[in-house]
């Protein structure tokens, strides 16, 4: 299996600009999850879906920041207008089923987002 | 809700010396409980898990982990650090469909 794909891997931008950060979830997985890395914060969870329908997007920061899971091999995360303290790794994960009690969640690469 | 805390930020061994991260949580579930671990620049990959069966967890490259409910601990131990073992480390926890992230450990590892 070609474990979880996220891309790009590097992004730069500049502060005002549209950023979409991409997910391929392992095949089979109904779970996804997208997690934001800083040094201040540690790692976040920002939203996860099941099966497609977002279940909980407490963590996400504020409006400028959407996501989507248009079917079960794939999702984006958006943010519109960047700025400059989004600048973080942006990880995506998935799993069999959330709540399961033996469920596993298995990490992506991650996308270092940098916002000049 | 659940939290976990590991006690150290930073933890420094020499190759060869037994390896100590501590991680204590609280949860109000029955925990589940993992350890992953990041290389510098990589995702993250799972080292081992706990779900209720044995308190005694082996997860790969020789590390372990053993929960203790009377101490709400998961300290994650290796007997001998290798160079490749520099990483950092981060003990983690269930509640019901989330997982929450401890801070995390960085073990750095002297020749």
């Known amino acids: 299996d070609a474990g979880v794909i996220q891309s790009p891997r590097h992004e730069v931008t500049e502060m005002g600009q549209e950023v979409t950060l991409r997910c391929k979830p392992i095949s089979g997985h109904n779970s996804l999850f997208w997690y934001r890395q800083t040094m201040m914060r540690g790692l976040e969870l920002l939203i996860y879906?099941?099966?497609?329908?977002?279940?909980?997007d407490s963590g996400m920061p504020e409006d400028r920041f959407s996501a989507k899971m248009p079917n079960a091999s794939f999702s984006t995360l958006k943010i519109q207008p960047s700025e400059p303290r989004d600048s973080a790794v942006y990880f995506c994960?998935?799993?069999?089923?959330?709540?399961?009690?033996?469920?596993?969640?298995?990490f992506g690469p991650g996308t270092r987002l940098t916002v000049l | 809700a659940q939290s976990v805390t590991q006690l150290d930020s930073h933890v420094s061994v020499s190759e060869g010396t037994p390896v100590l991260l501590r991680c204590n949580y609280s949860s109000s579930y029955s925990p589940s409980l993992f350890w992953y671990v990041q290389h510098p620049n990589k995702g993250l990959q799972l080292l081992l898990k706990?779900?209720?069966?044995?308190?005694l967890v082996k997860g790969i490259n020789g590390f372990e982990a053993e929960f203790k409910k009377s101490e709400t601990s998961f300290h994650l131990t290796k007997p001998s650090a290798h160079m490749s073992d520099a990483a950092e480390y981060f003990c983690?926890?269930?509640?019901?469909?989330?997982?929450?992230f401890g801070k995390g450990t960085m073990l750095l590892v002297s020749p």
């Open positions: 706990y779900t209720s069966a044995a308190t």
């Open positions: 994960a998935s799993t069999k089923l959330a709540g399961a009690r033996t469920d596993t969640q298995y």
């Open positions: 879906f099941n099966n497609n329908v977002p279940i909980d």
């Open positions: 983690v926890v269930r509640g019901d469909s989330t997982l929450t």
